[in-house]
């Protein structure tokens, strides 16, 4: 194994390391010296390679952006149906909380408390992204299928993406025991029944 294989390999473990830490202990504070001996390595090692927490933190969002966007690219090149296109989407989303917890306390924040403001900036950029993503095919509804949300495009594209965010939220709360895809087709329904007029 070459060097930089090496050491792209302890990153990805350091970062595998930090969410599961964050899956096992809801609500506790992660610290380099805890990180470093579930990682088996010096508080040292592993600023070779991270020169901060916010730079793991940072790893686990751009793993969070790198997932979700690459399969939502392929989403829109699938669906051409808008309705059905927002709701892989958004099921994509909540599926990849539940299958990633620790990283998920992320999302909400939970995990970012007392770290830099940047963090969760960037936090909220990937949900302001995934919201204009919605807009973007609410809006192409329009032109593409003759339809046209029975609110506002922004107000329709925040009504699904806050519902989204709560589920991801009493996930959290729950200490990762309600799944936020539960009964999701079922709301979907509800949710989006007179959504186009």
Same mark, same amino acid.
């Given at each position: 194994?070459? =060097?930089?294989?090496?050491?792209? @390999?302890?990153?990805?473990? /350091?970062?595998?390391?930090? %969410?599961?830490?964050?899956?096992?202990?809801?609500?506790?504070? /992660?610290? +380099? %010296?805890?990180?470093?001996? *579930?990682? !088996?390595?010096?508080?040292? %090692?592993? $600023?070779?390679?991270?020169?901060? =927490?916010? =730079?793991?933190? *940072? !790893?686990?969002?751009?793993?969070? *952006?790198?997932? #979700?966007?690459?399969? /939502?690219? #392929?989403?829109? @090149? *699938?669906?051409?149906?808008? &309705?059905?296109?927002?709701? =892989? /989407?958004? $099921?994509?989303?909540? +599926?990849? +909380?539940?299958?990633?917890?620790?990283?998920t306390r992320i999302l909400t924040g939970d995990?970012?408390? !007392?770290?830099?403001?940047? &963090?969760?900036a960037r936090v909220a950029q990937l949900y302001d992204r995934l919201e204009t993503q919605i807009k973007q095919i609410l809006r192409e509804a329009e032109v593409r299928e003759g339809l046209r949300p029975s609110i506002t495009v922004g107000a329709a594209a925040n009504l699904l993406m806050a519902t989204a965010e709560g589920r991801i939220a009493q996930f959290v709360r729950s200490e990762f025991k309600r799944s936020p895809t539960e009964n999701w087709q079922d709301q979907w329904a509800v949710l989006t029944q007179g959504f186009f007029r």
């Open positions: 194994m070459t =060097k930089s294989n090496n050491k792209t @390999s302890r990153r990805q473990q /350091i970062l595998q390391a930090l %969410a599961h830490m964050l899956e096992a202990s809801p609500g506790a504070r /992660i610290t +380099t %010296a805890a990180l470093a001996r *579930e990682v !088996g390595v010096s508080e040292a %090692a592993l $600023y070779r390679h991270f020169p901060s =927490k916010s =730079k793991m933190f *940072e !790893g686990l969002i751009e793993f969070i *952006e790198e997932t #979700l966007f690459s399969r /939502i690219n #392929l989403i829109l @090149s *699938e669906q051409p149906n808008a &309705l059905a296109a927002c709701d =892989k /989407i958004l $099921y994509l989303l909540l +599926t990849f +909380t539940e299958r990633n917890p620790g990283i995990a970012l408390a !007392g770290e830099t403001d940047r &963090l969760r």
